[in-house]
Every structure is written in structure tokens, then in C-alpha cells.
């Protein structure tokens, strides 16, 4: 019998991606969502069920009955905690498309022992930032050499983003984000680490900002390394957005959810999405003075996310289960075709 799959947040914006992506890829899933009366319009012809992620009774009754989850359910620093948690503890294979660095480090530090005694299998942000940045570095990188540096760059044209990343974003200083610097994770603020910086490829874009992207907390994980970052790429430093200091207040928290749910905000088009682009470098230094780096160009990022995550399903479907735990995408997916898998979505470019 094929793995039973259950698409959590299947009515919002990228979770309808995901689930559209499935279906043309022939893969059976069971669609799930909070509205009843959305999904039902939704899916009016496909097998669906009706779960509140934050009744963790209903939510623990209907998830196990299924072998692969996958969340899309954000932000996840909202919505995430009581998922992974019972995840890990139904003995499942979770998949998301998280990109919370605190809901990340949380996985690994408080779920990780939780799925290895259960059998689970747990692999966050199946997205085209943190998967495709962990896999890229995979590609230059080794486990048994000393590195001194690893970073990721991101550069966005026509950028547009979803309700679901807006508050996500909105709702991320209320948290620690992590840089690595000297081998040690080290609690940053967006925004507040810049740096000069030339990218092979990218020769207009000189200035770097520091943003918390969960690939971080993969490089740690994975090598043998001093400092590690993500950042945006700008091209002087009075394109640089302005670093904002991290809230605190319970209150301020609440209050910014209710204004963000009182606001008139809106999705991007499909013509919007599709008129995104990005690059995405990764550039390693070994502590001997060795540089690597390799860039991906491409667009459309939701539907490059939806991508991603049909993939990883059906690597998972194909797949014995061998490894249990909180895993790193390049842990669970490298060497699975990876290259010819993007080389369809974008291009890539060795330095």
C-alpha cells in the first residue's frame, strides 16, 4: 500500500500550489484546512477533512492515520509547535515550508529525541530558500574539511509575497534569529549585520545585509564550520532597509496579528508570481583560504516552493525510511537527482 499524505493548509496560498502540483503529478493526498465551507469549495471532487491545527486532541485523532505530512500551515511560529510535536510523537514522516529560524532551532533542540524514539521523520523548510540553499552547499562542501565561512545571498526581483509570509515576517522579530560566528550560534537582529561583498555573477550587487534564513542552522548542523550566515544583496548600502530592534511585549504580539487580520492585504497574482526572479549563491571558504561557490538562478518562488515539496513526497514515498530525527533537507534528499531536478526549475553556475 502506497504512503497515506495529508496536506496541511491546503486552502492557503502555497498550500493550494502544493496541493495542485500533487494531483498533476498523480500523487494521492488527502487535503486538509481549518474552513470547512473553503475547502469543500476548494475540493469539491477530492478527498478532504476539516482539522484545527491548534486543537491538538483533533488534530493528534485525524494525523494518525496517515505515514507523510505535509505543513503548510504558517506562520509556524504561530502554528508550527503542536504539528511538529505530534508529528514526532504519531511516528511521521513531516515535511514544511517553514522559514522561521526559532521554530527551526526548536525542532532540533525540543522534537528531535521525541521522533528518533518514535520512528519520525522530521525535515523543515522544503522551500526554495533554506532546501535549495542546504542542497547547494552540499554540492561544494564537505563533512571531513574545516570551513571558516558559509553563507548564503539572495537577490529578488519583482518581489511579491503572500498574507502568509508577510505576517510571517511581521511576527519573526518578536523572536531570537541566529547568525554563527565563531562556531557558536549567536542572536542577531535582521538587518543589523552588514558587509561589503562581491559575488561572482552578481557584480552590481556589492552591499550585503544580514537576513535569519533556517539554512544557518543546517550549516551548523552538517560541517565542520567558524561563521555562517544568510543575507540579501543589495547594491550599495542606501538600499539597505533600516534594522529593527527586537519586541518583546505578549501584547505587542497580539496586537500586531489583529492589525495584520483588520488590514486589506492580498495575494500576489499568478502574473505577479510568475514575474518574480531571484539568485541565490552559496559561497564557502575553507580555514586553508579555499573559496567555492554556486549559483541558482530562477522565478516564480511559490510555485518553485510547490515544486520542491512534490518532490520531496515522492522521494519519501520511494523511499525506506532509515534515518529518524530532526534532519536537514540535504540529510534526507542530496544526491536524489537533485541535479537535473533544478536544472528543469532555473540554472546553476559553478565559481
Not at 322 to 351: C, H, M, W, Y
Request: contains cysteine; glycine residues 4%.
Amino acid at each position: 500500500m502506497s504512503p497515506r499524505v495529508l496536506v496541511l493548509g491546503a486552502t492557503g496560498f502555497t498550500g493550494k500550489l502544493i496541493c495542485r502540483k500533487l494531483k498533476a503529478n498523480n500523487i494521492d493526498f488527502i487535503a486538509a484546512g481549518r474552513d470547512e465551507k473553503k475547502i469543500n469549495d476548494l475540493y469539491p471532487d477530492h478527498e478532504k477533512v476539516t482539522i484545527e491545527v491548534m486543537d491538538e486532541s483533533l488534530l493528534d485523532r485525524h494525523i494518525k492515520n496517515f505515514d507523510i505530512l505535509v505543513n503548510a500551515v504558517g506562520p509556524f511560529n504561530l502554528y508550527g509547535y503542536k504539528v511538529v510535536q505530534s508529528a514526532g510523537e504519531q511516528g511521521l514522516a513531516y515535511l514544511d515550508i517553514s522559514g522561521e529560524q526559532h521554530f527551526v532551532k526548536f525542532c532540533f533542540d525540543k522534537v528531535d529525541r521525541i521522533a528518533q524514539e518514535n520512528h519520525a521523520l522530521i525535515v523543515n523548510s522544503c522551500s526554495f530558500e533554506s532546501l535549495v540553499a542546504d542542497l547547494m552547499a552540499n554540492e561544494i562542501c564537505r563533512e571531513d574539511i574545516d570551513y571558516e565561512n558559509l553563507s548564503s545571498f539572495y537577490h529578488f526581483l519583482n518581489p511579491s509575497s503572500s498574507m502568509g509570509t508577510k505576517l510571517s515576517m511581521k511576527l519573526a522579530r518578536y523572536f531570537p534569529t541566529y547568525l554563527l560566528r565563531d562556531g557558536k550560534l549567536e542572536v542577531t537582529a535582521p538587518m543589523s549585520q552588514q558587509q561589503e561583498i562581491e559575488i561572482e555573477g552578481l557584480k552590481d550587487l556589492n552591499y550585503a545585509s544580514f537576513v535569519p534564513f533556517p539554512e544557518v542552522l543546517f550549516f551548523h548542523k552538517e560541517y565542520k564550520l567558524m561563521n555562517a550566515a544568510s543575507y540579501y544583496l543589495f547594491e550599495d548600502s542606501r538600499s539597505t532597509p533600516v534594522s529593527f530592534d527586537r519586541k518583546r511585549s505578549k501584547t505587542d504580539f497580539n496586537k500586531t496579528i489583529e492589525r495584520f487580520k483588520r488590514g486589506k492585504r492580498s495575494d500576489p497574482t499568478e502574473n505577479e508570481r510568475k514575474n518574480q526572479q531571484f539568485s541565490l549563491a552559496v559561497v564557502s571558504k575553507t580555514s586553508s583560504g579555499e573559496k567555492n561557490q554556486i549559483l541558482f538562478r530562477g522565478n516564480d518562488m511559490y510555485n518553485l516552493t510547490a515544486e520542491i515539496m512534490t518532490w520531496c513526497v515522492k522521494v519519501l514515498i520511494e523511499k525506506k525510511l532509515e534515518n529518524f530525527g530532526v534532519q536537514t533537507p540535504a540529510q534526507v534528499f542530496a544526491n536524489k537527482d537533485l541535479s537535473s531536478f533544478l536544472f528543469q526549475l532555473g540554472s546553476i553556475e559553478r565559481f
